[in-house]
Nanobody, 119 residues
Framework: QVQLVESGGGLVQPGGSLRLSCAVS????????IGWHRQAPGKERELVAD???????NFADFVKGRFTISRDNAKNTFYLQMNDLKPEDTAIYYC?????????????WGQGTQVTVSS
């Protein structure tokens, strides 16, 4: 069974940085699509960034130039580096991993970690 465990959230001042980690067990991330979503209070969940198995990345416009996504296949862990954080980045952040099968895919989600940007 695939499980995702997040860490690294917390309280940070505007302009600060945080790195979120997502440790995956049950499947090698090198063969999975990986990503990060977030959900702010009163808002719908939205995609922040993702990476396909080739390493190609995709970022939401509101984080371009500030956030990066990376993975460490040896540790089976991937990351979201968040720089120049803004109050509007406050949300619960979820890591996701997609396992591919012949004709379908299954998405797995982490439990979520709170990120609060405030002075």
């Amino acid at each position: 069974q695939v499980q995702l465990v997040e860490s690294g959230g917390g309280l940070v001042q505007p302009g600060g940085s945080l790195r979120l980690s997502c440790a995956v067990s049950g499947n090698a991330i090198s063969s999975m699509g990986i990503g990060w979503h977030r959900q702010a209070p009163g808002k719908e969940r939205e995609l922040v960034a993702d990476m396909i198995t080739s390493g190609a990345t995709n970022f939401a416009d509101f984080v371009k130039g500030r956030f990066t996504i990376s993975r460490d296949n040896a540790k089976n862990t991937f990351y979201l580096q968040m720089n120049d954080l803004k109050p509007e980045d406050t949300a619960i952040y979820y890591c996701t991993a997609r396992k591919y099968f012949a004709v379908a895919a299954i998405d797995y989600w982490g439990q979520g970690t709170q990120v609060t940007v405030s002075s």
